[in-house]
């Protein structure tokens, strides 16, 4: 499948959820993850704010704030499809951005790449090799380029994908959590 249908698929498979399905996988993966050595030990992590049928970050970051983490999350710049962390301290320093997301204000500092510890990275479909499928937007292929901390993503066993397409730009995440635990 070319990643425009898997994109599709990916959907299907999140929107098949039932609500109670969806609320026990989120609490799982907030579990697995927070229960992690690379959790624990990060002080500072980049992290997005999830829209759509993305797993929800709002408590994942408020657990870090609970645990003094830094928490940044990213700005991107359309025109040359880049992306810049900014720490946030609340929810009140968010806007909307691209794309209806929201991003931190202009008012947030700005936080340099070799300051993240860890990078909670989104995606709609994984595979084995760590691979990943996003929006298509290639802003994390471009970010982690020269990104030298540690990733990872927290997906559904459903959004599990043998054979994602992979191109040579695209940077496979370190780490992935599913509902059931660390995988691969
Ligand atoms: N929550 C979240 N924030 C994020 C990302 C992400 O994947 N998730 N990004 C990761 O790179 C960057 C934004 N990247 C994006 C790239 C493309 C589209 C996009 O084309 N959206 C379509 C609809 C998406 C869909 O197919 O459902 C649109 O709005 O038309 C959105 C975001 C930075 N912030
Ligand atoms: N390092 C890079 N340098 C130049 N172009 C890139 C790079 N990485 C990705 N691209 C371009 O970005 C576009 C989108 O890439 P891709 O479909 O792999 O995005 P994605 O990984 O699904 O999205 P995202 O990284 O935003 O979550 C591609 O057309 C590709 O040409």
């Known amino acids: 499948m070319d990643k425009r249908s898997l994109r599709l698929e990916a959907k299907r498979r999140l929107g098949n959820m039932s609500e109670e399905q969806r609320k026990d996988v989120q609490a799982q993966l907030e579990t697995n993850l927070i229960q992690s050595t690379l959790w624990k030990s990060a002080s500072c992590v980049g992290i997005t704010i999830s829209y759509g049928l993305e797993w929800n970050t709002n408590s994942v970051i408020e657990k870090a704030w609970d645990c003094h983490k830094t928490v940044s999350v990213p700005k991107v710049n359309p025109a040359d499809s880049s992306m810049a962390f900014y720490r946030i301290t609340s929810f009140q320093d ?6 209806g997301i929201l991003e931190p204000k202009s008012s947030c500092v700005f936080i340099p790449k070799d300051n993240l510890d860890l990078l909670i990275v989104p995606g709609l479909l994984f595979d084995k090799d760590h691979h990943r499928l996003g929006y298509g937007g290639g802003f994390y292929d471009r970010f982690l380029q020269d990104y030298m901390g540690k ?3 927290l997906a559904a066993e459903a959004q599990l994908y043998q054979g994602i397409p992979s191109d040579t730009y695209d940077i496979p995440i370190q780490h992935l959590i599913t509902e059931v635990g660390f995988r691969y």
């Not at 968010?94 to 794309?99: N, R, V």
């Open 151 to 153: 990733t990872i993503a």
């Open 94 to 99: 968010l806007e909307e951005g691209y794309k």
